[in-house]
T-cell receptor, first 115, second 109 residues
Framework: DAMVIQNPRYQVTQFGKPVTLSCSQTLNHNVMYWYQQKSSQAPKLLFHYYDKDFNNEADTPDNFQSRRPNTSFCFLDIRSPGLGDAAMYLC??????????????FGPGTRLTVT | KNEVEQSPQNLTAQEGEFITINCSYSVGISALHWLQQHPGGGIVSLFMLSSGKKKHGRLIATINIQEKHSSLHITASHPRDSAVYICAVTMNRDDKIIFGKGTRLHILP
C-alpha cells in the first residue's frame, strides 16, 4: 500500500496561474519535505516541516509556499508559476523511531508542466 | 565538492552483467537511500540503510559507515533495469536529505 501519496501525478498549469500540489502520508511521520527536481539534476530541497515548524531553504523563491494543516497532509502552493518552475516535485517523510532507528519514505512525485 | 558523490555518472552494460554503482558521502548521516528513477517517471525507493547489507531480489545494497561509502549491486542485469539510480543521505544534524547527481544506467539487450 502506498504510504506517501502525491496528487496529482501529472499537473499542467498555465503561466501565472496558481497551482497546488498535494502530499499525504499514512505513516504519522513528523517530518515532511518538498523537493524540486529539474531535468537531469538532483532533487533540491525547497522546505520541510518538523511537526508544525516550517523550515524554508534560503534560496527557495517566494513564489513557493507550503501548508501543513495536519500531520498527514502537506501542500505545495506555487503562486505564479513560470516556465522555469516546470519540474518534478517530490514529497518525502521521515521520523526517528528510536536513537538507532530511522524511517523515511519518498512519494512518487508530481510532474508539473507550465504552458 | 558535493557532499554526496556517485560513480560512475553513466554506465552502459550488456544484459546479464553484474552492475556496481558507488556512493561516497562526507557528512554524518542517519540513513542512506538508494532510489530508482525511470525517464520521466517518479522516484521509487529501493533501499534505506544505516548499516550492513540489504538484499531485494537481484538488488543488493551495502554500506560501510567508517569509510562513508555505499554500493548498489544489480545481479543478472536486464534492460528493464535501465534507469537513473540516485544515492541520497539523511544528515543526522538536521534531518535534511542530500541527493547525489545520479548514475544513468543503460542495459543493452
Amino acid at each position: 500500500d502506498a504510504m506517501v501519496i502525491q496528487n496529482p501525478r501529472y499537473q499542467v498549469t498555465q503561466f501565472g496561474k496558481p497551482v497546488t500540489l498535494s502530499c499525504s502520508q499514512t505513516l504519522n511521520h513528523n517530518v515532511m519535505y518538498w523537493y524540486q527536481q529539474k531535468s537531469s539534476q538532483a532533487p533540491k530541497l525547497l522546505f520541510h516541516y518538523y511537526d508544525k515548524d516550517f523550515n524554508n531553504e534560503a534560496d527557495t523563491p517566494d513564489n513557493f509556499q507550503s501548508r501543513r494543516p495536519n500531520t498527514s497532509f502537506c501542500f505545495l502552493d506555487i503562486r505564479s508559476p513560470g516556465l522555469g518552475d516546470a519540474a518534478m516535485y517530490l514529497c518525502a517523510t521521515s521520523t526517528q523511531l528510536s536513537v538507532s532507528s530511522y524511517e523515511q519514505y519518498f512519494g512518487p512525485g508530481t510532474r508539473l508542466t507550465v504552458t | 565538492k558535493n557532499e554526496v558523490e556517485q560513480s560512475p555518472q553513466n554506465l552502459t552494460a550488456q544484459e546479464g552483467e553484474f552492475i556496481t554503482i558507488n556512493c561516497s558521502y562526507s557528512v554524518g548521516i542517519s540513513a542512506l537511500h538508494w532510489l530508482q528513477q525511470h525517464p520521466g517517471g517518479g522516484i521509487v525507493s529501493l533501499f534505506m540503510l544505516s548499516s550492513g547489507k540489504k538484499k531485494h531480489g537481484r538488488l543488493i545494497a551495502t554500506i560501510n559507515i567508517q569509510e562513508k561509502h555505499s554500493s548498489l549491486h544489480i545481479t543478472a542485469s536486464h534492460p528493464r533495469d535501465s534507469a537513473v539510480y540516485i544515492c541520497a543521505v539523511t544528515m543526522n544534524r538536521d534531518d535534511k536529505i542530500i541527493f547525489g547527481k545520479g548514475t544513468r544506467l543503460h542495459i543493452l539487450p
